[in-house]
């Protein structure tokens, strides 16, 4: 596993013999400023997946982010499909307004989404998506 990057708002990480980014978000994101680096990171860490990689993006974390912030998920998404993921997997509750969010700009970027709101049941949902 390589740590692509670790901070107050974030840590990005990959699992290269599973083909899989893992993201943890953490805290408020508030501006733009606060997390800079994010999409340069993402990059570094599409430059280690081949396509049909997939996404973990754990947002258990993650307070809230601004609308501001949300054009980082959005360029991310659009970042992940021309690089070729296979599937972008989110953990988060189900019951907050975050799991709208997530759908609408699903809906927009036109990313494969699967929402869960356990962990294990996300990784275990993976597994069974590379054995196919």
């Not at 990057?5 to 990005?12: D, H, I, R």
């Not at 893992?22 to 400023?33: L, T, V």
Request: hydrophobic residues 45%; contains cysteine; glycine residues 4%.
């Amino acid at each position: 596993m390589s740590i692509i990057a670790q901070n107050l708002f974030y840590q990005m990480q990959v699992e290269r013999e599973r083909n899989l980014i893992i993201i943890e978000a953490k805290g408020c994101w508030n501006s733009p400023e606060e997390i800079p680096f994010y999409l340069l990171h993402l990059k570094e860490s599409l430059s280690l997946v081949q396509p049909g990689f997939s996404v973990l993006f754990d947002l258990r974390q993650l307070e809230e982010f601004s609308h501001a912030v949300r054009f980082y998920r959005v360029e991310a998404q659009k970042l992940m499909l021309s690089a070729g993921i296979c599937q972008l997997v989110e953990v988060h509750d189900l019951s907050k307004t975050m799991s709208l969010l997530s759908m609408a700009i699903a809906e927009e970027t036109g990313i494969p989404l699967n929402i869960f709101d356990c962990l294990q049941d996300a990784r275990a949902w993976l597994s069974e998506l590379r054995q196919r």
